[in-house]
């Protein structure tokens, strides 16, 4: 498998997100959606990396920074195919390590709090994330976990 940083101009990644931001909009009510749409994902702040097995996409994620010590988790993501198949660890240690690389010394997220996001959030606890406050802007909401964790 290769992680590598990608400029969302492929369809294979338009596709795989709008995939997501679909799956997202069928578990989460609308104010409490969250996901970034492309333009989004564009901008300075943001670096995104696809993970491909061969030419097949099969996990995204990005890390969107907040100021110089703190940067937030994005669009992470696994192919439904692939679920619990070590992607997401991989991508997770992948951006850890280039957080810290450029000095972050904080990592969040929000992420859902119905079932269905209880893998995510298990995974995001196995990694040394917490509980925490909303933040950068994010207001409370039953619909959302925020997690956070040092570097």
Same mark, same amino acid.
């Given at each position: ?8 101009? #492929? @369809?294979?990644?338009?596709?795989? =997100? ?6 997202? !909009?069928?578990?989460?009510? @609308?104010?409490? %959606?969250?996901? =970034?749409?492309?333009?989004? =994902?564009?901008? @300075? ?13 099969? #996990? $995204? /994620? &990005?890390?969107?920074?907040?100021? &110089? ?10 192919? @439904? &195919?692939?679920? !619990? ?9 992948? =951006?850890? /390590? ?8 904080? +990592?969040?997220?929000?992420? #859902? &709090? ?6 995510? !959030? !298990? +995974?995001?606890? %196995?990694?040394?994330?917490?509980? $925490? ?19």
């Amino acid at each position: 498998m290769q992680i590598a940083t990608d400029d969302l101009s #492929g @369809p294979d990644i338009a596709a795989f =997100l709008e995939e997501h931001v679909q799956q997202m !909009r069928a578990v989460s009510p @609308p104010e409490s %959606k969250h996901a =970034l749409d492309l333009d989004a =994902l564009r901008r @300075p702040e943001v670096t995104f990396w696809t993970v491909r097995d061969g030419d097949r996409l099969v #996990g $995204c /994620g &990005a890390l969107k920074r907040l100021d &110089a010590e703190h940067a937030e988790l994005k669009s992470m993501r696994t192919t @439904p &195919a692939r679920k !619990r198949s070590g992607i997401a660890s991989l991508l997770l240690t992948h =951006l850890i /390590g280039e957080a810290r690389s450029r000095g972050f010394r904080r +990592l969040s997220l929000e992420t #859902g &709090a119905a079932d269905f996001f209880l893998p995510a !959030r !298990r +995974l995001y606890e %196995k990694f040394g994330f917490v509980h $925490c406050a909303p933040f950068a802007g994010y207001r409370p909401d039953p619909n959302s976990a925020f997690m956070t964790r040092e570097l």
